[in-house]
């Protein structure tokens, strides 16, 4: 049986290998990437079957235009063999209702409009809207959540969630400073 659950932090390394076999070291280089660097995402889900994850997908905060708050989702992937079982729509319709209990009123994506169409998604009211960097313009997808919500939205898509927790250079040197101000030795 397939479970949609929250992302649990060791389970990264485990989710990156899944994008990489979905996207290869392409997905490094898509101007949606921009907009997730160096942020924490929202909400990371995966689908587990038994104790392997097999599905990934994640929704990150972002501005569409100045000043209307909406989610980006994606990546959004299944394992190769156990794709066509509904695990795909299952991580969307989850990611949604999610998005929209916590009250946003659009949710916007780059990809397949063949494919997220059946969610709701689609090119109607992003004419207007772009992202920082080059894309295909038919691939930027909206789905509003409350009716009306991407009317008039207008402008730039930039990033707005949490930045990322990394130790910056003090705190990384001071782990390497012993209480004699010494260099610890570091072992290989
Ligand atoms: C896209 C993806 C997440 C779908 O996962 P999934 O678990 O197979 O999805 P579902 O089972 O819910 O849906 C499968 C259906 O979607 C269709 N589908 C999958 N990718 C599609 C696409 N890019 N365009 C149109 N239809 C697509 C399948 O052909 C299948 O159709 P069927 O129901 O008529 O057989 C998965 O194929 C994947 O990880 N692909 C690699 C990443 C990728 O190519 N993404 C492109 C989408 S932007």
């Not at 708050?69 to 991580?91: C, M, N, Q």
Request: hydrophobic letters at 40%.
């Amino acid at each position: 049986m397939v479970t949609v659950r929250k992302e649990r932090p060791a389970e990264a390394a485990t989710r990156d290998a899944l994008l990489d076999l979905a996207y290869g070291p392409a997905r490094f280089t898509k101007t949606s990437q921009r907009l997730r660097e160096g942020r924490r995402p929202e909400l990371a889900l995966v689908a587990a079957e038994s104790r392997r994850i097999v599905g990934t997908v994640q929704l990150w905060e972002v501005s569409a235009g100045p000043d209307l708050p909406a989610l980006l989702l994606g990546p959004l992937a299944v394992a190769p063999d156990r794709r066509k079982r509904g695990i795909g729509s299952t991580l969307v319709h989850h990611a949604l209702r999610e998005a929209a209990r916590r009250r946003y009123g659009a949710v916007l994506l780059v990809g397949d409009a063949p494919y997220y169409s059946r969610f709701g998604f689609s090119s109607e009211k992003t004419n207007a809207l772009w992202l920082p960097g080059p894309y295909e313009r038919h691939r930027l997808l909206g789905c509003e959540l409350k009716p009306g919500a991407l009317d008039g939205a207008r402008g730039l898509i930039s990033a707005r969630g949490p930045l990322e927790q990394r130790p910056d250079l003090a705190t990384l040197v001071a782990g390497l400073v012993g209480k004699d101000n010494r260099l610890v030795p570091y072992a290989a």
